[in-house]
């Protein structure tokens, strides 16, 4: 059990596991929709750890990538006739790019600097949305039209529960590969010594640059899930408090855990729901839970469980 | 030819003179010392030498490249690697896994095969991992494998260092401190390592405050005061240097 726990590919496998069983234990929609809301947010955060958990460098603007695959898939279809899937690649294509020129002086900078130059890229972006009202809809947003693939639509929840599902089980694969390759080596040695990993030959500028691509990446494809999930998009979608949505889940989930990444998107998904029972006080109590988690479970809700259970045994 | 040399380098931190032409080659398979009271240069020395500071004046050769304000990734490539004073390990990481990104150089780094751990890529990644496993052998740190690097004793972490720019193959190993922090016995196990180093052909230049480990391992020492080359010679000959008594091991002795 303990050397199965520490396999780098187990949390994969325990992401399948999940996947497959959920469907088995309920079919209602209800459930199916939050699940398929989980496993979207997942893959986001998936995308995000690879930056900030493995190659430690802070974004508080993932949700401008976000916001780029949402509005791909809405203005595509609607505006240009591009068949939705097209412009899900489309998107994608655009936040790398995007990532890519943005990337290289922007992560010259280190710790807060950084965290505010990506906080105002994101900021920049839903601006864009917000201000494009012939393309974009303005602050109202505009509908999505449904995911079509060889005449099959996709609008029930649980066909989109599949996709998202599927589509998080091979992003947190890739996530691991390259967490195991000198690539992900790379990442994490970056986070620990830049100078260290400089003097064994590592060109630091370039593997901060790849891991911010791929994290944006990440982002743009599960930005396209949610908007054609919802079949709605307004400039929320990459709005800053979708930014600090994504770094939360990351760090109370588990930084540098891809495990983690899953639970801290379910936790923050699913908190709201239950905590409906509180009524006026939702919002209070979200707050203190996330508060009591970061102090009993500093290192993140799967690598402090991961901890006491190595403590135990 | 030298595997490394510098030619009358020289650096000035706001208009003092740090170091002021100062040269030295050293050949494969040389144990090189630096030393020196405090602010003597050899800080700066050595950071001229490992690529931090580029000189003001002056060169530095790696064999037969002139390698003068090289950048530190751009020196490791060319064989040049090294240790530091105050541990730069990748604590998050274990011991293997440290050993394993001195690799790097050697590596395909592609970006897509690793998307998709492609065979050829774990082919690769298993040919890293024994070559990490012989390197941590070598250093004598083959059980602590798997073990969390910030979990490691210090001394260990100080050979984990010498491990981890050897496998960069270096043709040229710079090691700031190697004993700073240890004591007796791990600074014996550094020293035992350093040796084996010098024995396979690598030329080590080595800056340190231990006069012992220093008098011991050193094929040659090089001492600088105020920024200038006061002796160079074996450990008897610097040792018999009246100069060298006055400024340095008379403060000690």
């Given at each position: 059990m303990r050397r199965f726990t520490q396999h780098p590919y187990a949390a994969v496998v325990l992401l399948a596991a999940i996947v497959i069983a959920i469907p088995l234990a309920t079919s209602t929609t209800f459930y199916l929709r939050i699940a398929a809301l989980v496993f979207i947010f997942a893959l986001a955060v998936v995308g995000l750890?690879?930056?900030?958990?493995?190659?430690?460098?802070?974004?508080?603007?993932?949700?401008?990538?976000?916001?780029?695959?949402?509005?791909?898939?809405?203005?595509?279809?609607?505006?240009?006739?591009?068949?939705?899937?097209?412009?899900?690649?489309?998107?994608?294509?655009?936040?790398?790019?995007?990532?890519?020129?943005?990337?290289?002086?922007?992560?010259?900078?280190?710790?807060?600097?950084?965290?505010?130059?990506?906080?105002?890229?994101?900021?920049?972006?839903?601006?864009?949305?917000?201000?494009?009202?012939?393309?974009?809809?303005?602050?109202?947003?505009?509908?999505?039209?449904?995911?079509?693939?060889?005449?099959?639509?996709a609008r029930t929840p649980l066909a989109w529960y599949w996709i998202s599902g599927v589509t998080l089980i091979v992003g947190a694969l890739i996530a691991v590969n390259l967490i195991e390759s000198p690539t992900g080596r790379a990442f994490r040695a970056i986070h620990d010594s830049e100078t260290a990993a400089r003097t064994l030959g590592i060109d630091v500028a370039r593997y901060k640059l790849a891991a911010f691509v791929l994290s944006a990446i990440y982002a743009a494809v599960a930005g396209a899930y949610l908007a054609l999930f919802d079949a709605l998009v307004t400039p929320v979608t990459a709005g800053f408090l979708r930014s600090i949505e994504f770094v939360t889940m990351a760090v109370i989930g588990?930084?540098?855990?891809?495990?983690g990444g899953v639970v801290g998107a379910a936790v923050l998904v699913l908190l709201p729901q239950v905590l409906t029972a509180f009524h006026e006080y939702e919002h209070v109590m979200l707050g203190l839970l996330m508060m009591l988690f970061m102090i009993f479970l500093p290192a993140g809700i799967v690598p402090s469980l991961m901890r006491l259970m190595r403590g135990r045994s | 030819m030298s595997a490394i040399a510098a030619t009358d380098v020289a650096i000035a931190f706001g208009g003092v003179a740090a170091v002021d032409g100062v040269s030295f080659a050293v050949e494969p398979g040389e144990i090189f010392a630096v030393i020196g009271?405090?602010?003597?240069?050899?800080?700066?020395?050595?950071?001229?030498?490992?690529?931090?500071?580029?000189?003001?004046?002056?060169?530095?050769?790696?064999?037969a490249d002139d390698v003068t304000g090289l950048a530190p990734h751009l020196l490791a490539q060319r064989g040049l690697s090294r240790t530091f004073q105050n541990l730069q390990i990748f604590f998050r990481m274990t011991a293997a896994e440290n050993v394993m990104v001195g690799r790097h150089l050697h590596e395909r780094r592609a970006l897509l095969p690793h998307l998709f751990a492609l065979p050829s890529v774990l082919r690769q990644n298993r040919a890293t991992r024994q070559k990490a496993e012989e390197l941590l052998a070598f250093v004598g740190l083959a059980s602590f494998a798997d073990q969390p690097a910030g979990t490691m004793p210090y001394g260990a972490l100080k050979r984990l260092e010498i491990a981890r720019a050897l496998a960069t193959e270096?043709?040229?190993?710079?090691?700031?401190?190697?004993?700073?922090g240890c004591n007796p016995v791990e600074t014996a196990e550094v020293d035992a390592v350093i040796q084996k180093v010098a024995a396979s052909g690598v030329a080590v230049v080595l800056v340190e405050h231990d006069m012992k480990l220093v008098m011991k391992i050193s094929s040659r020492i090089h001492v600088l005061d105020q920024g200038r080359t006061l002796a160079e010679g074996t450990a008897a000959e610097v040792r018999a240097n009246p100069e060298v008594v006055k400024v340095y091991l008379g403060a000690h002795a």
């Open positions: 750890n690879l930056l900030m958990g493995f190659a430690g460098q802070v974004s508080l603007g993932h949700a401008g990538f976000f916001g780029i695959g949402a509005y791909a898939v809405a203005v595509g279809p609607t505006h240009f006739a591009v068949p939705s899937w097209a412009a899900l690649l489309a998107g994608a294509a655009i936040a790398a790019l995007l990532a890519f020129l943005v990337g290289r002086p922007i992560l010259k900078l280190k710790g807060h600097y950084l965290a505010v130059a990506t906080l105002g890229l994101g900021i920049l972006i839903a601006m864009v949305f917000t201000n494009e009202a012939r393309f974009t809809g303005g602050p109202d947003g505009m509908p999505v039209l449904r995911l079509e693939l060889f005449g099959w639509r588990g930084l540098g855990s891809i495990l | 009271p405090n602010g003597a240069g050899k800080t700066s020395l050595f950071n001229i030498v490992a690529g931090i500071y580029p000189p003001a004046r002056g060169r530095v050769a790696l064999g270096p043709k040229v190993l710079l090691l700031d401190e190697p004993a700073a």
